[in-house]
Nanobody, 114 residues
Framework: QVQLVESGGGLVQAGGSLRLSCAASRSIFSNNVMGWYRQAPGKQRELVAV???????HYVDSVRGRFTISRDNAKNTVYLQMNSLKPEDTAVYYC????????WGQGTQVTVSS
C-alpha cells in the first residue's frame, strides 16, 4: 500500500518550534531520497529539505540554519525539526520522494503568527 502520512503541524508564534513527522510505506521510503515540501496560499509547492538514504542533506536557503531534516530508516519515517519559525513559513507541509511521486499525502498545516 502506497502511503504518506504527515503530522505535527499547528499554530505557533513567530520564533517558536514545531517537529513534523512523515510515515511512509516501505516501498516509498526504502533507498529513496526523501524530501519535505511546502505550499503557501497562492504559491507553488516548493522543496525545502532533502535527505538521502545515507543521511546526506540539502536545504533551501530560506530555511538553512533553522530547519533540520532527519530520517529513521528502521521506522520508514522522516522528520523536520523547525526552529525560529517565521510568518513566511506558514504553509501546508508535505513529504515525498525527491523527485516526487505522482501521489501526495494530505499534508500538515503550519501556521506562524507574527
Amino acid at each position: 500500500q502506497v502511503q504518506l502520512v504527515e503530522s505535527g503541524g499547528g499554530l505557533v508564534q513567530a520564533g517558536g518550534s514545531l517537529r513534523l513527522s512523515c510515515a511512509a510505506s516501505r516501498s516509498i521510503f526504502s533507498n529513496n531520497v526523501m524530501g519535505w515540501y511546502r505550499q503557501a496560499p497562492g504559491k507553488q509547492r516548493e522543496l525545502v529539505a532533502v535527505i538521502n538514504w545515507g543521511g546526506s542533506i540539502h536545504y533551501v536557503d530560506s530555511v538553512r540554519g533553522r530547519f533540520t531534516i532527519s530520517r529513521d530508516n528502521a521506522k520508514n519515517t522522516v522528520y523536520l525539526q523547525m526552529n525560529s519559525l517565521k510568518p513566511e513559513d506558514t504553509a501546508v507541509y508535505y513529504c515525498n520522494t525527491q523527485p516526487p511521486l505522482g501521489y501526495w499525502g494530505q499534508g500538515t498545516q503550519v501556521t506562524v503568527s507574527s
